[in-house]
């Protein structure tokens, strides 16, 4: 089926990628000319496991195109996909503006009947203002209808996660836009469930906010853990074994970050406002959120008289391994904190350490400095403390005496767990993580 997509970030290139590798014929739509150049090249402007050799794979067959010319990628397209993001505004509420940018840009450019396909997350009933939106603009007498297919996608593990969805939710109007999303994912053969347009939106905010809660109440239970002389990681995996439970985001922490949990549970909370309900599991979600993300901080806070001058190893800057995304990082709240009392940092990621410069670049600042460094090693060397805030493999796999002999203070702040406590101890390493 001849696709265009709309956007070429996490959801859109990555749907666009899978679509083609399916046997679509797909046309990727970005504003940026030199992002477009990137992609012909076989060059992904994000960084997601196995989408770059999927891309030079399609891009060869011919089956995937990119563009900033969006007239001539949706004038023809049987299906046109939105994948532009709905990022959070300062009430809370998603902005919308570039959903309506693509609407009114499809309103002027099909020449055929079309279905257009929100996959960006959206309030509930905007796909309904998005099918008015576009039928207002048209120009030409053609038939278009929107439907609503939520993306599930996980950052780090995006393609994998779209070739082996654990269901697609079609949300549709009709017969004939149900059919025509049954026919794009036929060749997927992964379980669909269909609903009506205004479920399929809440199922993606009742998945993410669930999840996000899910994380909160771990990070609660591993509060009261510290309190009481229970383990988190133990109590973990009790609760593991039950089936209604499940053993996945049982995970405590420093919270979750990411351009989803953060944003969704928000806009949830924000919707439920609007109807005049307050959403209060959400919003509690949010708030032990907000808290957990310095715990580790003001845990280190409590024992060090001062950071001012103190030589401090950052290992981990991602909001999750497997990304060099930043979005509401825990890293970022602490890491401000930290400066702002003076720490002299050496911070270390895999990826993330040049996207983090964006935010505080090399050098001075605050009362602070900060440093960006090559290995965990070199992070790690005569520092007086040390925090883990992402956790990385080739992190979890340091082993204990590397702490011990490279840092002057062997003082470990572990944000993720992933250390097991006895061994620290046992290699004499002051050691704190988050509800053990
Ligand atoms: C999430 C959803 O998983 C995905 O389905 C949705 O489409 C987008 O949002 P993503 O943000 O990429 O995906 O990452 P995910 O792996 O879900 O982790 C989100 C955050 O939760 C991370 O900061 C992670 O560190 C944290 N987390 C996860 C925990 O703190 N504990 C856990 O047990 C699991």
Known sequence: MKIAVAGTGYVGLVAGVCFAEKGHDVTCVDVDADKVKMMEAGITPIYEEGLEELMRKNNAAGRLHYTTDYQAAYKGAEAIFIGVGTPEQPDGSANLSY?????????ESVEQDCLVVVKSTVPVGTNDKVE?????????????????????????????????AARIIIGTESVEAEAVLRKIYEPFELPIVSVNRRSAEMIKYACNDFLALKISYMNDIANLCELVGADIDAVAEGMSYDARIGAR????????????????????KYIAHQ????????EAAVDVNAEQKTKL????????????????????LAF????????????????KLLLESGADIYAYDPIAAENFKKHFPEGSCGKGTIHYVDSAQEALKDAHICFVFTEWKEIQEIPASVF???????????GRNIFDVKTMKDAGIEYYSIGR
């Open 404 to 414: 011990q002999d490279l840092m002057r203070i062997p003082l470990v702040y572990d």
């Open 132 to 164: 008015q939106f576009i039928r207002d603009f048209l120009v030409r007498d053609v038939k278009v209808e929107v439907a609503s297919n939520p993306e599930f996608l996980a950052q780090g593990s995006a393609v994998h996660d779209t070739l082996h």
């Open 320 to 335: 999750k391994p497997g990304t060099d995304d930043l979005r509401e990082a825990p890293s970022l709240d602490n890491i």
């Open 99 to 107: 959903i309506a940018t693509v609407s009114r840009q499809i309103a």
């Open 297 to 316: 901080y003001q845990k280190a806070s409590n024992r060090m008289i001062t950071f001012q001058n103190l030589r401090t190893a950052v290992l981990g």
């Open 249 to 268: 985001f049982l995970n405590a922490g420093i919270g979750y970050g990411g351009s989803c949990f953060p944003k969704d549970t928000k806009a949830l």
């Open 275 to 282: 109807h005049g309900y307050t959403l209060r599991t959400v």
